[in-house]
């Protein structure tokens, strides 16, 4: 886990988002003062995908998150031809689809995709 500041600019107002890197599960105190939630999920790990799935299903039932902005992000830096992709678009957008007020993105450090998204 890590603390980090990072001031945006959207709509033409400045915000500060104070972001904490989490590690484990949410707990109740957790889900009460978080405003927004990244997922953050390799593509080619189904088990991190899994992961992903449980957490945002805990999330969830610790508090509803119709009121919560959620992103899922999918990172592919690791994909190769021995380490192929192995969740698919479809499977992640549904993830997402199931909450309101998700984005999905897939991105790559390595080559810059939709890091500043």
């Known amino acids: 886990g890590g603390q980090f500041k990072r001031e945006v600019t959207v709509d033409g107002q400045s915000h500060l988002l104070l972001i904490r890197e989490e590690a484990g599960a949410p707990d109740a105190q957790f889900a ?3 405003d927004a939630v990244i997922f953050v999920f390799s593509l080619e790990s189904e088990s991190s995908f899994e992961e992903v799935t449980q ?5 969830s039932e610790l508090r ?3 009121d919560m902005a959620l992103a899922l992000v999918g990172t592919q830096d690791k994909i190769s031809s021995s380490s192929p992709r192995v969740v698919e678009d479809a499977r992640a957008r549904a993830l997402c689809g199931d909450a309101r007020r998700c984005l999905y993105y ?7 995709l939709n890091v500043d998204r």
Request: charged share 5%; hydrophobic share 40%; net charge negative.
């Open 32 to 34: 009460s003062w978080a």
């Open 64 to 66: 509803g998150t119709s």
């Open 106 to 112: 897939e991105t790559c450090a390595t080559y810059g």
């Open 55 to 59: 957490l945002h299903a805990l999330l």
